[in-house]
């Protein structure tokens, strides 16, 4: 109970220099994801390039097909399947700080590969290693912040990593209008290094030093986080008393071993979050999210608009960030679950009138070739305000902080290995289905499939404790918010 007394005591803490601290560390960490927004979106600026230099019969041109242009896309997603598993173990056995700072490695060995290329392949193994970056950011991101931030600031706080992923793509295309594919390459590692020596200077997360049991740097930690606070010696002592209870709760007092750490895999609390969000994120890819963002050039060409595609996917970019970062206000008004169905809905009808507004202009129908790029702009706002980030901030709060960073490890690889074969399909199905048009109403279906998973299954973590989230599992598979309620 003591214990349960100093958890209310953190979530009901209103003083501004815990959260301005909070926020301040948060962005600086997030800051990072601005190298994976470019790494995302530098496929829907190199493949045009260089198919515009092959038809130019450019004798310095690399040959590119649309085998090519889909291993582009997806290879960086293909290299966390394995490399988030890695970034788990790292998390959890070094730490999250050190995790993110051995991001810098590959992603600068990554960016000069590509940089320099000569051939195709150079190419394709550069941005395979970029993927090593992209896990080894994002995994201990997640952990990190849902670790060091209040349970009612979390949320807008996590949405910070989609911010900064959606300025990345928006920088990234901007470049493209003026820049070559090459000199882009070289700009990406100034956004690796910079972040890094910041990042060099932060505490490591205090719960992660208590599971470490070490008390004294975790009592360093949040001293850290609240010098600026008047009473910061009080709220040092709450918290290390609510981190350890929590450590007690999920041990039961008792030393684990690798066995019984296994077993852990085993519970309902981690097999039921993670079939939940596999679905989830199975949606988020098959809803077309990512497939149009990394796409985004080709992808305007097919639609039949006549607006100059890259300036096209700039206004797509720039949509994006506008709706991420109301989607960060929203995250503090509004429950996770009421944004995701809002999401999926406000997707489903946009893209399906896309669709059918693409198949008029194709036709010679509809004269208004701008109104499928309305539409578009539309299903961008929609899906930034919930697919597109907040399955990856709520897979950070459903775990079991025990096996979080391994799990969470675990669900972005299956997360990633969607991504990957969502890019890997697009031209397969995009021929398979009879057009850009018929595309479209898949990813309309698609989106009616994921409002029913999420309001059957999806639990609401707004306002809660990780405990709390952790114990509904325990009993329930199904939704019933009266039982979180009284939770």
Known sequence: MEGQKHLKVFVNDKTWPVAFVQALVSIVITSMHLVIGQIMGYSGIIVPQMMEEQNATDSKSILITESDSAWIASAPLLTGLVASLVAGVLTDSIGRIKTIMLSGIPGVVGSILTATASNMSMIIWGRFILGITFTFITNPTVVYISEISKPNLRGSFLSLIQVFMSIGTLLVYVKGLVMHWKTIAWVINAYIIIPIIIIFFLPESPDWLVSKKRI??????????YKYNPDSSKLVDQRLIAIEQEQIQKTLEEKYNWKEQLNMFLLPTFYKPF????LIFFFQQF????????????????IGTKMDPYLASTYISTMRVIMTCVAMI?????NRRTLLLVSASGMGVSIGLCGLSTYWVQQGTLKYSWIPLCLLLLYIAFSSTGIGFIPFGIAGELFPLKIRGVAYSLIISVANSFAFAGLQVYFPLYHFLGGSANLQYFFASMCLFAI?????FLPETHNLELIDIGNHFWKHTMYKPWIMRKS
Do not use: H
């Open 330 to 334: 929203l995250m503090n008004k509004f």
């Open 287 to 302: 809803t077309g999210y990512l497939i149009i963002i990394s796409n985004a050039v080709v992808f305007f060409e097919e």
């Open 452 to 456: 029913i998973s999420i309001y059957l």
């Open 216 to 225: 004294d740097q975790a009592k360093k930690s949040l001293t850290w986080f």
């Open 275 to 278: 079939l939940i969000l596999t």
